[in-house]
């Protein structure tokens, strides 16, 4: 069977994607391998008519929506290799299982590479996160530390001082910061700290405590991370798919990689991080795809 467009991501990017494709009579495979960068999260926010949900269960109120089109299956699957022969599109399973399609959309995000510092897993997805704007309002007006090695560090630490003024930024023995970045966090009162950390420390997810190799320590009640990203799957750059300067996929206004078929949604593209930006890009990607199968239908 040729199918008119597999999705690749159980995200909500990919999700949304599925939905639009299956409503416009199209033969649709989702491939979701349940492996979400944001299965640490308790709760997501933003969403209207979702705020607080828990990702697994978003998930699996989607899934339920998506039941009802006979014309879209999904499939609990890894996708592990990519090909095109004679126009079409070779896709195979980690079960061994080969599919041809005629479009392709990747939506398999990103993942959080986090700095390596003894206990950080444990407040990841509690009281540490990566981004403000998903959780700051729960962590609004308390004690913060804002952890990052790299370059995003001034960038974090300007959005987390909406919800607190009351912060600390630790680089771990990196000195990341411009003196005129150093002179404007000391005018802001937001303290530097370049002494390397030995460990995170608190209770049930909770953190209390940063302490540092030099036997200092502070006391902190949450805070943000600017860790690296990485692309969750290397698809995209085994098809030959241009990658952006931030390491995203390159895609025009709507969706379309250099690779005439491929598409990137969501996070894999490097686009705002959050859920309802992914969801409206993969509404946005499905409906190019539409658009040009019925012109080549046509």
Known sequence: MLLDCVIIGGGPSGLNASLVLARAKKNVILFDDDKPRNAVTHESHGFITRDGIKPSEFKRIAKQDLKKYSNLSIENQRVTDIKKENGFFIIQTSDGHYYRSRKVIVATGLQDVLPDIEGIHDFYGTSLFVCPFCDGWELKDRRLVVISENERAMHLTKMVSNWSNNLVVCTNGKNIFSKEEEDLLTKKNIKVMVDEIESLQGDNGNLQKVKFKNGKEIER??????????????????????????GGIETDDLGLTNIEGIYASGDSTFALPQLIVAASEGSKVASRVIGDLINEDF
């Open 221 to 246: 009640e949450g805070g943000f991370v600017a860790g690296e990203l990485r692309q969750a799957s290397s698809l995209a750059e085994t098809l030959g798919c241009v990658m952006n300067k931030m």
